[in-house]
């Protein structure tokens, strides 16, 4: 069991947090191509949670690396990138829209999962496996992902029609690559 506690490995105790955060994500997925959107969220946040303490692993115990790191923003890019946008898509646009909003959609659906995929590969560039500053620069994937979740909850209590779920998924995608400063946990 030494494996859990070594830094090079990549099945390390940091890492395999990180695998169930991938593994509830693609979970997730699956569970919003059947309309569950409630069993969805559900994962989303178990790996929201898993992400949370895979960090704390890693640096409680210095198993921090490159691999990890690289890892860790795969998650982040499903968890809190690929899923929110999916579920928007499936259980917003999909439902609301017709062919031609849907495309619209599609493509603003597509500028948030590519601006999250940028803020990921630029952090990752800027990053050092097991450094952490006060500030991020831009706001983070998992922020990004909860503010997602509180607009789709605001389009599903009715507080907030389908062509505001655009607008804002344009705004917070614009946010993830912004210079506003958000303060690091």
């Known amino acids: 069991m030494k494996f859990l506690f070594a830094p090079a490995s990549h099945f390390n105790l940091a890492n395999l947090f990180t695998f169930v955060n991938i593994t509830a994500g693609l979970s997730a997925m ?59 898509f499936q259980a917003v646009y999909a439902k609301n ?48 992902a909860i503010l997602l979740w509180l607009v789709y909850l605001a389009n599903t209590y009715e507080f907030l029609p389908a062509f505001g779920v655009i607008v804002l998924m344009v705004a917070i995608g614009w946010s993830l690559n912004s210079t506003l400063k958000v303060p690091h946990p």
């Open 30 to 88: 699956y569970f919003i191509t059947q309309n569950n959107f409630f069993i969805a969220i559900i994962l989303a946040w178990i790996g929201g949670a898993f992400d949370i303490f895979d960090g704390k692993i890693a640096r409680k115990y210095k198993l921090s690396n490159e691999f990890g790191v690289q890892l860790d923003s795969f998650a982040d890019f499903l968890s809190f990138v690929v899923v929110p946008v999916f579920l928007i």
């Open 97 to 144: 829209f017709d062919q031609t909003f849907l495309l619209i959609a599609g493509a603003v659906s597509i500028y948030y999962v590519i601006s999250g995929l940028r803020r990921l590969i630029q952090f990752n560039i800027n990053a050092e496996a097991g450094a952490v500053s006060k500030y991020f620069t831009g706001v983070p994937t998992p922020l990004g």
